[in-house]
Every structure is written in C-alpha cells, then in structure tokens.
C-alpha cells in the first residue's frame, strides 16, 4: 500500500489495472499530481497483484467478486467522518470502482480509461450498472481507445450522472499519436487538473 498526500480536499482510494502494478509510470503520475493538489491517495493492489509481487509471476485477475470483496475492505479501511471519500483507478481497477461508488461513504468516482468492452468484443459491453448510477463518475477516456472508441461509447444510453471527458487521440493509457502534437503527459495532467477541478474545496 502507498499513501501520498493530506486529505485537505478529501481522500481517494486509487486502484491499478489488470496489468501493471500500484507503482507503475502511469498511477505514479496520477497519484502524485493528485496528492499535490490535496488529496491523500492511498493506492493498493488487489490479491492477485501481490502475489505476483512476490513470486514475479504473471496471473490473470482475480475473479469480479473477489476483486470487490477486496475493495471493500479497503473501504470499510479508510472511510472517515469528515473527510469526502472518492474513489478512482486505472482500467479494472476504475470499473471495480464504478461498482462501489454507491456505497453511501463514497462521494464518487474517477476512471482513467474505462473498459467499455474488451477488445473486439464491442457486442458485449460492461455498461449495465452505468445506466443508474446516482453518485458522480467522471471517466476520462482516450479516442481511440480499444475498449472504448468515443465512436462506439458516444452512443451509449448513460446515466445523467456518468461523465465521459474525452482526450483526443488517447489510446487505453491517454497516449496520443505523436501527428496530433499533444504528449500523453499533457493528457495525464488535465486529467489530474479535471479530477481536482472537480471536487470541490
């Protein structure tokens, strides 16, 4: 578990991808430019990651339930009187978010690159419980992403309360291609700005 920041806007729980651990470039970048704009981010890894940490092993994720069951924890862990709880990740881990955000201690949710569906399989998208959520979801999507195309997402029947901020260009990690003259940095950081922005003071 890595902890950055003080909750002086509040405190959010930052889950990883399927793939890359809590420490990777991409969350390194997002907590830290979340925790210098005053939250306290607190990142961990679901089981199967830490295991994978200490056998160097590659292993699929957990199952969904699992991966819930977990997240809880950490919720029932970390939520606290007086300080505005959000939740957020990166890919599964944003999705496992958006299935939580409506616990009642949790103010609402931040995705960066949600998997809409998994790729080429547009015909089965993981959008049902996003057509009644009540609690904010900000979900800050690339382009041309492969589990999310704004040209597949745009025609999405979603909540009112689900907002998609699209990033030109951006692949699954916000990465553009380098014609259009804009950095996958520059796309981190106005997610990062977007989320602060967001939640109030």
Not at 4 to 27: N, Q, V, Y
Not at 101 to 115: H, L, M, N, T
Not at 147 to 166: E, F, I
Request: charged share 25%; net charge negative; aromatic share 8%.
């Amino acid at each position: 578990m890595l902890i950055e920041g003080k909750p002086d806007k509040g405190r959010i729980l930052l889950a990883h991808g399927a793939g890359a651990p809590m420490d990777s470039l991409f969350m390194n970048q997002i907590s830290a430019g979340l925790a210098a704009g005053g939250l306290e981010v607190v990142r961990f890894e679901f089981s199967y990651m830490q295991q994978r940490r200490i056998d160097g092993k590659r292993r699929p994720p957990d199952r969904q339930p699992k991966l819930l069951d977990f997240f809880s924890g950490m919720i029932e862990s970390f939520a606290e009187p007086g300080i505005p709880l959000w939740l957020g990740g990166k890919s599964m881990g944003g999705r496992m978010a958006t299935l939580l955000s409506e616990d009642p201690r949790v103010a609402g949710c931040f995705v960066y690159g949600y998997p809409f569906y998994a790729p080429g399989k547009l015909d089965r998208p993981r959008t049902e419980h996003l057509v009644s959520m009540t609690k904010p979801v900000h979900i800050f999507q690339g382009t041309r992403d492969v589990m999310g195309r704004q040209t597949v997402v745009d025609d999405y029947q979603l909540s009112d309360s689900v907002t998609v901020h699209w990033l030109e260009d951006g692949d699954h990690d916000l990465k553009p291609l380098k014609r259009t003259g804009i950095t996958q940095d520059e796309h981190i950081a106005h997610a990062v700005e977007s989320t602060l922005a967001i939640i109030p003071d």
